[in-house]
């Protein structure tokens, strides 16, 4: 029965607000934009505190309301809180770059996009049929394409829109070749269908029995797509010159928002396929060779860069391959998807806090000083101890010192691996750790140890300061009583309120 | 389907598809495409999947194709000058084709389902348009819905990426 806390109400909302927006803003007179920020901010917010009162069950066989969509879901609106505000410090750098007559001019799609992207995002948190997932992951997807390119009068900014339009339109190709082919060989799209008809469709005398290799590819098109998404090596291409042409907020968003939704869709795709005695193995072993890749690649060709913003979309590499490490630990005997749903969805929430974190303050800093080089950060002590001291945390839980919440998600992607015996991957593993402690402390380094190239204070607005000390106590808090998160996605596949009670 | 007529509309998309690559002219190679596409919207009638056909037409032979012409219009191609062809070249790339069709062959031997004829299909064979509208507006409601969302947002960044300067 529809009621207002039934899981679809939260999309609904997000659509209604971004709908909303939209008019608002056609009807209002010209001038600033920033209420509409704000306006995404409040109703974002209420929405996130909604999410905990979602009862019941959708009743579509496309879209699962169990605790896992919902705890994804979260993650997709804090982001995108989080990307607002920033949008918000963002103005000045947007407004310079975009055509426009006076203030606030053509801003407003700006507030307005991010919201739609965020709905994507929760449709695929919820997606369990492979139709909503392409049509979640396009919805997402194609919003992004508009804002990586919304700068248009800075060829860096078209030239990131270009590069991912193109990128990812062969992933989209990808991802439709991949469920074609799943769809042609068991004849389903819907993920628990798939499941059930993959044993008996593999077992002699079945249909599939001896066509292991076409289920292979057609899985391996589906990774090369969701790879993409989640930004994992040998996918990365587009990363560095995205990440660093894009928007600022639109990169926090890319690495933070698209990454978690690639990977609840990669956990849920991969179950099915992963449970095949004849096919985990070759699986897991693609994941591990994708893990090992995606560390190499993130933490090495981190140690050059000067600009922050391609540091940290190494970075993002980087992090992409310890949540793949999670899942190359998988055991193909016996999967435990529950427990990899658990490290993945903590590792994340830990993710989300601490780069939104570095992005927010990149964003705060670099509008004011006009470039978004390490070198702009040299002295930041001095000009606002504030931003310094969020930073070094921001970057401390990066490079993944305890007490902060990226030690302990890297604690367990690394126990879950050694309970695997994957040494490699761990050995791997540890050797990215420390290249990251060397090039994120080199921001630290610059921060505290060079004298600033500009004397002026940096001036913060009340938002932002809110926002900065919400995530820097998030990461300290998190780092010390990871339990409450932890609980809240013990449960996988249950009614959510099973997670309630 | 009367074999003659599929083996007059293959060997005609096929000719076409030929043509596209052969023909120096980005306008001749692009209205031999419209060609093919039409040749091949005439196999799928043949084969009573009359609503493919029409999608193929217009979407394919139409929309795309249309956009095609737009583009070469817009961005005034000559057409190209004719290169002598390169020995080597040439000699690569008929080894790489034939290199993948003796892997494809070699792949659909070992998969059993490539091996065995399909089985007929059955089930509603009249009327598919109505099947299809049925389909999405009852039991694919959901995926059908965003998609009008997408499309929304697909327009929102024609108008952003797109308008002119305001000055």
């Known amino acids: 029965m529809p009621h207002i806390f039934a899981p679809l109400t939260l999309e609904i909302i997000v659509l209604i607000l971004g709908v909303f927006l939209l008019l608002a803003e056609s009807l209002a007179k010209s001038g600033d934009r920033s209420w509409m920020g704000r306006w995404g901010v409040a109703v974002l917010a209420i929405v996130f505190g909604w999410s905990f009162f979602t009862t019941g069950d959708s009743g579509s066989v496309f879209y699962s309301a169990d605790s896992t969509a919902l705890f994804f879901k979260r993650i997709a609106l804090l982001s995108t809180i989080g990307i607002l505000v920033m949008a918000l410090e963002f103005q000045t750098v947007l407004q310079r770059f975009i055509p426009g007559d006076g203030k606030g001019?053509?801003?407003?799609?700006?507030?307005?996009?991010?919201v739609f992207t965020c709905a994507g995002l929760m449709f695929?948190?919820?997606?369990?049929?492979?139709?909503?997932?392409?049509?979640?992951?396009?919805?997402?997807?194609?919003?992004?394409?508009?804002?990586?390119?919304?700068?248009?009068?800075?060829?860096?900014?078209?030239?990131?829109?270009?590069?991912?339009?193109?990128?990812?339109?062969?992933?989209?190709?990808?991802?439709?070749?991949?469920?074609?082919?799943?769809?042609?060989?068991?004849?389903?799209?819907?993920?628990a269908r798939i499941a059930q008809a993959l044993p008996l469709q593999l077992a002699p005398g079945g249909r599939l029995h001896g066509s292991e290799t076409a289920i292979l590819f057609a899985v391996g098109l589906l990774l090369v797509a969701l790879g993409f998404k989640v930004a994992a090596a040998p996918f990365q291409l587009w990363v560095p010159d995205v990440y660093q042409g894009a928007p600022t907020p639109v990169t926090a968003f890319l690495s933070v928002g698209s990454k978690a939704a690639g990977f609840i869709?990669?956990?849920?795709?991969?179950?099915?396929?992963?449970?095949?005695?004849?096919?985990?193995?070759?699986?897991?072993?693609?994941?591990?060779?994708?893990a090992i890749l995606s560390l190499a690649y993130g933490s090495l060709a981190a140690l050059p860069q000067d600009n922050l913003k391609r540091l940290l979309a190494y970075s993002s590499i980087g992090h992409a391959g310890y949540l793949l490490v999670s899942l190359a630990s998988l055991n193909p005997a016996a999967p435990d998807f529950a427990g990899a749903t658990r490290t993945i969805g903590f590792y994340l929430v830990g993710y989300l806090l601490m780069t939104l974190l570095?992005?927010?303050?990149?964003?705060?800093?670099?509008?004011?000083?006009?470039?978004?080089?390490?070198?702009?950060?040299?002295?930041?002590?001095?000009?606002?101890?504030?931003?310094?001291?969020?930073?070094?945390?921001?970057?401390?839980?990066?490079a993944g010192i305890p007490l902060t919440v990226g030690f302990y998600g890297k604690f367990m992607v690394?126990?879950?691996?050694?309970?695997?015996?994957?040494?490699?991957?761990?050995?791997?593993?540890?050797?990215s750790v420390a290249a990251g402690f060397y090039f994120y402390f080199r921001v630290i380094a610059a921060m505290f140890w060079r004298e600033p190239g500009e004397q002026s204070p940096v001036v913060v607005s009340g938002l932002s300061k809110l926002a900065v000390a919400t995530l820097v106590a998030g990461i300290l808090l998190l780092g010390i009583f990871p339990g409450p998160v932890l609980n809240s996605i013990k449960v996988r596949n249950e009614p959510a309120t099973a997670s309630l009670r | 389907m009367s074999p003659f007529l599929f083996w007059f509309f293959a060997l005609l998309m096929l000719g076409f598809g030929v043509s596209v690559v052969i023909n120096r002219n980005p306008v001749a190679s692009a209205l031999s495409l419209v060609a093919s596409f039409l040749c091949l919207a005439a196999l799928f009638v043949g084969l009573n999947a009359f609503f493919i056909a029409v999608?193929?037409?217009?979407?394919?032979?139409?929309?795309?194709?249309?956009?095609?012409?737009?583009?070469?219009?817009?961005?005034?191609?000559?057409?190209?000058?004719?290169?002598?062809?390169?020995?080597?070249?040439?000699?690569?790339?008929?080894?790489?084709?034939l290199g993948l069709v003796a892997e494809l062959a070699s792949v659909l031997n070992r998969f059993p389902l490539g091996r065995n004829p399909f089985p007929p299909l059955q089930g509603s064979a009249v009327d598919d348009v109505r099947e299809v509208g049925m389909t999405l507006f009852s039991t694919h409601n959901l995926p059908f819905q965003i998609t009008g969302v997408l499309i929304l947002v697909a327009t929102i960044g024609v108008v952003v990426l797109s308008k002119r300067e305001l000055n």
């Open chain 1, 105 to 114: 001019s053509g801003t407003g799609e700006f507030f307005a996009l991010p």
């Open chain 1, 124 to 191: 695929m948190a919820s997606a369990i049929d492979f139709l909503l997932i392409f049509v979640a992951l396009e919805l997402s997807t194609i919003s992004f394409y508009i804002l990586v390119a919304y700068m248009r009068r800075q060829n860096a900014s078209l030239e990131a829109g270009v590069k991912y339009l193109i990128l990812g339109a062969l992933g989209t190709g990808f991802l439709v070749y991949g469920i074609t082919w799943v769809f042609g060989l068991t004849g389903e799209t819907q993920l």
């Open chain 1, 265 to 290: 869709v990669l956990l849920r795709v991969l179950e099915p396929f992963v449970s095949q005695p004849v096919l985990g193995p070759k699986l897991v072993g693609i994941l591990n060779v994708l």
């Open chain 1, 358 to 398: 570095a992005f927010l303050v990149l964003t705060i800093v670099s509008s004011q000083s006009r470039g978004d080089d390490i070198a702009h950060f040299n002295g930041l002590s001095k000009r606002s101890p504030f931003l310094a001291f969020a930073m070094v945390v921001a970057m401390a839980s990066l």
């Open chain 1, 414 to 431: 690394f126990s879950a691996a050694v309970a695997a015996q994957k040494f490699l991957l761990v050995g791997i593993g540890i050797v």
């Open chain 2, 55 to 97: 999608i193929q037409v217009l979407v394919y032979a139409g929309a795309v194709m249309v956009l095609f012409l737009f583009i070469i219009m817009l961005l005034d191609l000559r057409a190209e000058q004719r290169r002598r062809f390169n020995l080597v070249a040439l000699g690569g790339g008929t080894l790489v084709t």
